[in-house]
T-cell receptor
């Protein structure tokens, strides 16, 4: 079956620190990979995505590279802000044929202190 | 453009009672999803509709959960009777239906259910 494993939180950082959240996956077929973010009191939002090996997704200063050889999609940001405090979810989809269904990891809470 | 709407935002019930959640997707989105998010876990798909037909309900506990999307627009998820382990946030999402490409799912704010 399909599964996503991401590092447990919470991750506490100071402003301007470097952030990495590890994500690895197991999938039948060739998945697309995603990072979703959930800000306090808000719904899940797509942060970035990558649909094939070696693709790099990027948005709002965040980046993640699809590594097929290590089945990983680690999220990075070079300099975090207090406003980046949120819960981050790694997810995969094995495609339209599977109904666009998302499989999520357990989430990583990030707290950025001023 | 209005996002995915859900109501109520919070609900507290006692075990063995029934509860219903409502979702109105983004206009024009033919595909609608219900997810269950237990505290500290990622969302888990319960059921997926395309228009008013069920695409996937393999993870829906059908002995107590039911969902419908009668006119292919808004949807209702019901739990009857509720158990303590049903305490969770219930998320609704919607997407366009494109048979060739991945379609981004847009999520509502969720309904937080507490079963006492």
């Amino acid at each position: 079956g399909n599964s996503v494993t991401q590092m447990e939180g919470p991750v506490t950082l100071s402003e301007e620190a470097f952030l990495t959240i590890n994500c690895t996956y197991t999938a039948t077929g060739y998945p697309s990979l995603f990072w979703y973010v959930q800000y306090p009191g808000e719904g899940l939002q797509l942060l970035l995505k990558a649909t094939k090996a070696d693709d790099k997704g990027s948005n709002k200063g965040f980046e993640a590279t699809y590594r097929k050889e290590t089945t990983s999609f680690h999220l990075e940001k070079g300099s975090v802000q207090v406003s980046d405090s949120a819960v981050y979810f790694c997810a995969l989809s094995v495609g339209v044929a599977a109904g666009n269904k998302l499989t999520f990891g357990g989430g990583t809470r990030v707290l950025v202190k001023p | 453009e209005a996002g995915v709407a859900q109501s109520p935002r919070y609900k507290i019930i006692e075990k063995r009672q029934s509860v219903a959640f409502w979702c109105n997707p983004i206009s024009g989105h033919a595909t609608l999803y219900w997810y269950q998010q237990i505290l500290g876990q990622g969302p888990k798909l319960l059921i997926q509709f395309q228009n008013n037909g069920v695409v996937d309900d393999s993870q829906l506990p059908k002995d107590r959960f039911s969902a419908e999307r009668l006119k292919g627009v808004d949807s209702t998820l019901k739990i009857q009777p509720a158990k303590l382990e049903d305490s969770a946030v219930y998320l609704c999402a919607s997407s366009l239906t494109d048979t060739l490409n991945y379609n981004e799912q847009f999520f509502g704010p969720g309904t937080r259910l507490t079963v006492l």
